[in-house]
């Protein structure tokens, strides 16, 4: 599965870096940070299960997937377990306007191959974007041993986003995935552009 196209490689990389404050302000609220991150990973392995259910006809999906749902599950108790040393409740799941906002760029109308695409591309971005953030964790804070934590999820997150853009290949023409992922990459540079800058959560 490692072997996604060249061109895809090319084209993997998010247009806009983490405004630099970002880390500062995490650090500085660590606590909301470790919640929304054990919500992103109780998440991500949700929507794993979700494809699983809607695409069970896709072998190939459903290989690749399963392992990813065991993954984000150990990424969020790793997270529980972290709050937990600092006797932090998990806390509640905040509304996730990045995630909403890619949801709203979803193709609503196209055909369900169109549709298989997005959900995969949707899950690709915020894959990727999580592991920029994760990476900026990993070099920014002043814990080491949380830049090491950090560090982990990051290289974690990074077989995932390429993960669902080698899957959309194997599904759909090569061409058309590439195209369809410059329209989400420009999208979220937009939308990252206008995000306001908070340190309580991931994105
Ligand atoms: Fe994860
Ligand atoms: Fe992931």
């Not at 906002?101 to 055909?111: A, N, T, Y």
Request: aromatic share 10%; hydrophobic share 35%.
């Amino acid at each position: 599965m490692e072997s996604y196209s060249q061109d895809t490689k090319n084209i993997l990389g998010l247009q806009l870096v983490t405004d630099p404050r970002w880390v500062n302000l995490a650090a500085i609220s660590l606590e909301d940070i470790l919640t929304d991150h054990a919500w992103c990973e109780q998440k991500a392995a949700t929507t794993c299960i979700s494809l699983i259910q809607r695409y069970s006809d896709k072998a190939l999906l459903v290989e690749k997937l399963s392992p990813i749902v065991s993954e984000e599950w150990s990424h969020f108790r790793m997270v529980i377990r972290e709050l937990k040393k600092r006797n932090l409740p998990l806390g509640k799941q905040r509304k996730d306007i990045y995630v909403n906002k890619l949801i709203e760029f979803q193709k609503k109308g196209g055909s369900p191959e169109e549709r298989f695409l997005d959900l995969l591309l949707t899950m690709a971005l915020i894959e990727a974007r999580s592991c920029e953030r994760f990476k900026r964790l990993s070099e920014g804070l002043e814990d080491e041993y949380l830049r090491g934590f950090y560090r982990k999820f990051m290289e974690s997150e990074a077989g995932h986003y390429t993960l669902f853009i080698t899957l959309a290949e194997k599904y759909l023409p090569k061409d058309k995935v590439r195209k369809r992922w410059k329209d989400w990459i420009e999208y979220e540079t937009e939308l990252m552009q206008h995000m306001e800058v908070r340190g309580d959560r991931i994105h």
